[in-house]
Nanobody
Framework: QVQLVESGGDLVQPGGSLRLSCVAS????????MGWYRQAPGRQRELVTN???????NYADSVKGRFTISRDNAKNTVYLQMNSLNPEDTAVYYC????????????WGQGIQVTVSS
């Protein structure tokens, strides 16, 4: 069994910054792609960014230049640095990972709230 636990969500003013973390634990051999999704009220869950094991990252157009994803393979952790936040970034952010455990399986975190408001 594998668990993903997010942290770092908060209420922040427009223009502010936050750093999210997600730690994977359990029976892990290795982790392939790790990423962040978000879901705003009344909207579908969308991919924000993801990163491969060797560090190649992809970003949604809406966050390019403002968000940065990184990972620490030794700690089974992925980070999301979010700068220049605006109210449209308000959402529940979910961590996602493809994990080699008993085979390759996809896992989700429980989600964490990020609210951008003055």
């Amino acid at each position: 069994q594998v668990q993903l636990v997010e942290s770092g969500g908060d209420l922040v003013q427009p223009g502010g910054s936050l750093r999210l973390s997600c730690v994977a634990s359990g029976t892990i051999v290795s982790i392939e792609t790790m990423g962040w999704y978000r879901q705003a009220p009344g909207r579908q869950r969308e991919l924000v960014t993801n990163i491969g094991r060797m560090g190649r990252a992809n970003y949604a157009d809406s966050v390019k230049g403002r968000f940065t994803i990184s990972r620490d393979n030794a700690k089974n952790t992925v980070y999301l640095q979010m700068n220049s936040l605006n109210p449209e970034d308000t959402a529940v952010y979910y961590c996602n990972a493809d994990v080699w455990t008993v085979g390759l399986r996809n896992y989700w975190g429980q989600g964490i709230q990020v609210t951008v408001s003055s």
